[in-house]
């Protein structure tokens, strides 16, 4: 006998096949990019893969880290993963884990989302980084809204040895008193890592300064910084007197490097972001060890003027003497000794020597073409077709336009 059903064919392809969603999408073709230059490895290399090393032995050493407290990472990655894979590699090295917390861009395309997936894939696969690390489609400005989902995956993934703002965004181009710049989601990390977390900890920041990208009201808060410790220091001042020009005070300076953008320019914001730092260290019982800074160019024509930076600070909780005024007990004497530099004379020495590494790969070729090859060799690893007889890293590298003023310049004997 027959039944005949009630439902139409068509319906069961309806149920049958899923959603037509229009175009698939794949995974961003693996193209090379701006930070894939020499001088991005040396950042990684002599600033970020150098001091998570220093800090993460020290950290071991004094009981910090162990088999089940691992090296806690913040980061805001590009699509290869490129930092979480070298600190990863750090982590071995010294046989601790990696839980890592990241933030990506929220109007990044499928096709970038899917090549960041493939390569958190192949990372966390390792037994190196622990379950619950990830990447959040989530700007980290919006850990500045109280309750916000971005805030609460910052807090839940801290407190952090290791900070790394790797930003394209301006610090501040928006006047102060706002939140979400880059600017306020620092000073909220900065409050939770020194509210719950007393142990040293670093804090990377790679972030633009130029003219328009520092607004004039942040420039007026960060130049205060300085003003204060002029006024306040008789060695500050003195050490700073010697950037003056003929006649200038500290006054005339600011207003002489502020105009044009340059090295002096970042010289002096540096130096205030150095300064802020100190500040909101201070009143938690912090140091804040500037450590050595370098800055470059994104310009895209000549004159090629430094205007990013990336620079690191190290956090040091420092020693609380406990009184006991009752007399019950003997309270130890403070020990005596030379006294070490100040956080502020170190901030001002460091953001002065900062180094403007286009003039150094420039310079010395040996190390230009040391840091092309672990480059070309780490964006191997992670799929990059290298070697393309036609489009590979060597010739895309020569063809940049400061590469090319550079080689100009050589051949003139400039």
């Known amino acids: ?209 130029q003219t328009d990208s520092v607004s004039i009201d942040a420039q007026r808060s960060l130049y205060d910084q300085v003003r204060q410790n002029v006024a306040a220091d008789t060695e500050f001042a003195d050490e700073l007197a010697g950037r003056y020009a003929e006649g200038e005070d500290i006054e005339r300076y600011l207003t002489r490097v502020s105009q044009e953008n340059g090295h002096e320019f970042v010289r002096t914001i540096t130096l205030g972001v150095s300064k802020w730092l100190v500040h909101l260290a201070e009143q938690a019982n912090f140091n804040v060890k500037k450590l050595p800074a370098v800055c470059y160019s994104m310009f895209k024509r000549e004159p090629y003027l430094p205007n990013m930076i990336s620079t690191c600070f190290l956090f040091l909780p420092k020693y609380i003497q406990i009184r006991d005024n009752t007399g019950l007990t003997l309270n130890t004497q403070p020990q005596t000794g030379q006294a070490a530099i100040s956080d502020h004379i170190r901030a001002l020495r460091k953001s002065v020597e900062i180094q403007n590494i286009d003039e150094t790969l420039a310079d010395d070729l040996v190390l230009r073409a040391e840091l092309a090859a672990e480059t070309k060799a780490l964006l191997g690893s992670v799929g990059y077709d290298v070697d393309h007889p036609e489009h590979g890293y060597d010739i895309w590298l020569s063809g940049e336009p400061m590469e090319l003023a550079n080689a100009a310049s050589k051949n003139q004997g400039i």
């Open 1 to 209: 006998m027959n039944i005949e059903m009630d439902v139409p064919d068509e319906s069961f392809e309806d149920f049958a096949l899923p959603e037509d969603t229009g175009e698939i999408a794949s995974p961003e073709p693996l193209n090379f990019a701006p930070w894939h230059k020499p001088r991005k490895q040396f950042v990684r290399k002599h600033q970020w893969v150098h001091h998570a090393l220093s800090t993460i032995r020290n950290l071991k050493d004094s009981g910090h880290l162990d088999a089940n407290s691992p090296v806690r990472y913040l980061t805001l990655p590009g699509p290869d993963l490129l930092d979480v894979k070298l600190i990863a590699d750090v982590c071995a090295s010294q046989n601790v884990r990696l839980h890592y917390t990241g933030f990506c861009y929220v109007r990044e395309t499928e096709a970038v989302r899917l090549r960041r997936h493939t390569q958190q894939f192949e990372i966390d696969r390792g037994a190196q980084v622990l379950p619950g690390s990830g990447v959040h489609i989530s700007r980290l400005e919006d850990i500045t809204r109280a309750n916000s989902e971005a805030k609460t995956l910052m807090e839940r993934g801290g407190p952090y040895s290791i900070v790394n703002i790797d930003a394209c965004e301006p610090i501040a181009n928006a006047d102060g008193n706002q939140t979400g710049r880059l600017i306020d989601a620092i000073r909220t990390i900065v409050d939770f890592q020194l509210n719950v977390n007393r142990q040293p900890w670093l804090l990377y920041l790679t972030t633009p300064v």
